[in-house]
């Protein structure tokens, strides 16, 4: 069985926000509800399957259900760091196709910002009973120094540099300039990221994403549900998703969980890489971008750095335009969690409503990918493949 | 210097890790080895990971490796190395590189186990650069 054709993404909603500070964490969780309803077209009585991740306050889809109003049959929690969103779609799109849901809701919110969350350089608490943390915490790692690690592993084994890192972030920032919720809109150089602070070597500051408050919803439909709506039709072909982590002590850095997801994804769909028009990447750091579109089969394993350099990653002179929006790097990254937002970006392509300065032409195959948790120590990945019909 | 040392999280120790760290508390590394499969591996679990044997049992380790990757934290009110050290028995560990010069640390640098204090739990393995 296959969910390639089963399922349409037919409402999606960005929250403009990036400081909520006047907001509560549920409001926002109803904002972009509302907001990726009405952009759908449909109302909150239609929603009958509603898929949450760890950022929902309470007991999750709960508190949630209760808190919005919803009657639903169908409820799935499934929590994976910032990647949870890609894998929700793929799931949503399972229940449709079993039956057991035919309008799905996918919400995410946060306020880190609001908080004062030093999101990348602080200690998080999983709590105790994780079996990894007795073995960890006491070192210290943080999202930050544990991305590093694989980026000066990359660095070692491929010839990988600094300033190839730093095209990400370039080609972000051009993208990000066109884009006004976009948290950080100035157009950078190669020089201005090597030049910013390091945080953790070898990454400065500007390899790092943005904190920012908000969120996104997507509503994923059955197929005669997306037809009978008036938004242009968006769907699911392929999906895959994969966990890695430090596998018994045999710890490898250099690749992602990435290697299992997108040929998943990309087996189903019955494209290749060489298909699509353009990729969103989860870009929590500038390797993460890096070593996903290696893993995904962009370019060949180690090649990403002259893959990505020289502006090969923005829209209208690059060979694959990504994160368009402006992505974790410049434009948002609600709640720690970027693939919601991924995904968002990837339907606004297809759709042809992307902001014209970065929309890609005739663009009707595109990628969206999630990392969830750290790459340095365990991780989701998912690959989600669209089509715009 | 002495105000200068980092503040080391105590790891939460529970029962089926306590063999590792009263080990600790005398200066030694333990591994796990499953009699089964004969892999180590890391984090030491009841359970192999590999083969899913019971049969694992507690290896001390010779406390030699190398640097497998690194990073130094400059953000940090203390500046730190995290890394991750390929020990001599074939498994990897999180540790940090400790009491050297942060800008002489390398990937594939001879380390040397030493264990530092905790704040309020055992001491905890940490590598040196070898001579």
């Not at chain 1, 070593?291 to 060979?319: H, Q, R, Y």
């Not at chain 2, 679990?45 to 049992?57: G, K, L, N, V």
Request: proline residues 6%; aromatic residues 8%; neutral net charge.
């Amino acid at each position: 069985m296959t969910i390639k054709g089963k399922a349409y993404i037919a409402g999606v909603y960005e929250h403009p926000t990036r400081l909520a500070a006047d907001k509560s964490l549920a409001q926002l969780h109803a904002e972009v509800a509302k907001g990726a309803l009405e952009d759908a077209g449909l109302s909150k009585d239609d929603v009958d399957g509603y898929f949450c991740a760890g950022d929902a306050p309470g007991l999750g889809p709960l508190s949630m259900i209760d808190y919005l109003g919803l009657k639903v049959r169908h409820m799935d929690t499934t929590e994976t760091g910032g990647s949870s969103y890609t894998i929700h779609v793929a799931h949503a799109a399972e229940a449709i196709a079993t039956g057991k849901c035919r309008v799905a809701l996918i919400t995410l919110a946060g306020r880190p910002r609001a908080e004062g969350m030093a999101t990348g350089t602080a200690p998080r608490n999983y709590g105790g009973a994780a079996p990894d943390v007795q073995f960890e915490a006491p070192y210290a790692p943080v999202v930050a120094n544990l991305y590093a690690m694989c980026a000066m592993r990359h660095m070692y084994q491929y010839g990988t540099t600094s300033e190839q890192l730093a095209w990400i972030k370039v080609a972000a920032s051009h993208h990000a300039q066109h884009n006004t919720h976009a948290l950080l809109r100035e157009v950078v150089t190669v020089e201005d990221v090597v030049n910013s602070p390091m945080i953790a070597d070898p990454l400065h500051r500007l390899d790092c994403c943005v904190i920012t408050d908000g969120g996104g919803a997507l509503i994923v439909v059955a197929p005669e549900v997306a037809r009978s709506l008036k938004r242009p039709l968006v769907k699911l072909i392929g999906a895959g998703e994969a966990p890695k982590n430090q596998m018994g002590g045999k710890v490898d850095l250099t690749y992602s969980g990435a290697v299992w997801s997108g040929p998943r994804a990309f087996a189903e769909s019955g494209i290749t890489p060489a298909d699509i028009k353009y990729a969103s990447i989860y870009d929590s750091f500038t390797i993460t971008v890096l070593m996903t579109l290696e893993d995904l089969g962009f370019c060949e394993k180690g090649k990403g750095g002259s893959f990505v350099a020289d502006g090969n990653l923005i829209s209208g002179s690059g060979k694959l335009p990504f994160n368009t929006d402006g992505g974790g790097l410049c434009n948002n990254h609600p709640g720690n969690r970027g693939s919601m937002t991924k995904v968002i970006e990837a339907v606004r392509q297809l759709r042809g409503e992307a902001h014209p300065k970065v929309q890609v032409p005739n663009c009707d195959l595109a990628l969206a990918h999630g990392t969830g948790g750290s790459l340095g120590t365990r991780h989701g990945s998912a690959t989600l493949i669209l089509e715009r019909e | 210097m002495a105000a200068k040392e980092r503040i080391i999280a105590a790891p939460p120790v529970n029962p089926e890790t306590k063999p590792f760290w009263d080990a600790a508390a005398e200066g030694k590394l333990l591994l796990k080895k499953c009699a089964a499969c004969g892999e180590f591996h890391y984090y030491p679990r009841a359970i192999c990971p590999f083969c899913f044997s019971d049969r694992t049992e507690w290896r001390a380790a010779s406390g030699r490796g190398t640097i497998y990757s690194y990073s130094v934290m400059r953000r940090a009110t203390v500046p730190y190395a995290i890394a991750y050290v390929a020990l001599e028995e074939g498994v990897a560990m999180l540790t940090n590189i400790v009491d050297c010069d942060f800008d002489a640390i390398r990937i594939g640098r001879k380390v040397s186990l030493v264990f530092k204090p905790s704040d309020g739990g055992p001491p905890v393995p940490m590598f040196t650069l070898s001579p």
